[in-house]
T-cell receptor, first 115, second 112 residues
């Protein structure tokens, strides 16, 4: 089966610019996650969707980050305006459901560099 | 949600068994313990999950004592390709679903 797709794989922007990342989860997976992984750290959950509804966005910096999952399938994560500290890998993951036994499948990530 | 503590790094040699212990003193009754593996420039990959006692699959074993305040991931006969970061997660319910938190992970370096 096809895995989680993300694009672009790499992005370089200057601070105060905007950027958007796209994620296409595994077909049939109801739950979609966006994580931010700063170099040397574990992934930090930014937002979790169940179908097209937000389950958890407690760690999403809402003044600059936004995410949507239209029609409960693919999703976009946007940063506007970007700051230097936003340099990180942004990982998208999906799972069949949101039960403890549901495995999260991760995409390859988008590496963002903010100059 | 329960916080996890793991060693920052470990070294091993090819062919050895590696045991990585994770401490999760505040684990809740309905929390599961899950381990992921992450190679450089890739997203994490599920290794194993358990609730109590012992779980084994084709990749690893997971040992969970009765009090569930810790767990140990056991990798039998590691090879160079097992060099990666290993994350222990403890997941519990959140509104509408289930939430997991990644810690800093354990960097395993396997030498020839």
């Amino acid at each position: 089966e096809a895995g989680v797709a993300q694009s672009p794989r790499y992005k370089i922007i200057e601070k105060r610019q905007s950027v958007a990342f796209w994620c296409n989860p595994i077909s049939g997976h109801a739950t979609l996650y966006w994580y931010q992984q700063i170099l040397g750290q574990g992934p930090k959950l930014l937002i979790q969707f169940q179908n097209n509804g937000v389950v958890d966005d407690s760690q999403l910096p809402k003044d600059r980050f936004s995410a949507e999952r239209l029609k409960g399938v693919d999703s976009t994560l946007k940063i506007q305006p970007a700051k230097l500290e936003d340099s990180a890998v942004y990982l998208c993951a999906s799972s069949l459901g949101s039960l403890p036994t549901d495995t999260q499948y991760f995409g390859p990530g988008t590496r963002l560099t903010v100059l | 949600l329960a916080k996890t503590t793991q060693p920052i790094s470990m070294d091993s040699y090819e062919g050895q068994e590696v045991n990585i212990t994770c401490s999760h003193n505040n684990i809740a009754t309905n929390d599961y313990i899950t381990w992921y593996q992450q190679f450089p420039s890739q997203g994490p990959r599920f290794i194993i999950q358990g609730y109590k006692t012992k779980v084994t699959n084709e990749v690893a074993s997971l040992f969970i004592p009765a009090d569930r305040k810790s767990s140990t991931l056991s990798l039998p006969r590691v090879s160079l390709s097992d060099t990666a970061v290993y994350y222990c997660l403890v997941g519990g319910p959140n509104t509408g679903g289930f939430k997991t938190i990644f810690g800093a992970g354990t960097r395993l370096f396997v030498k020839a």
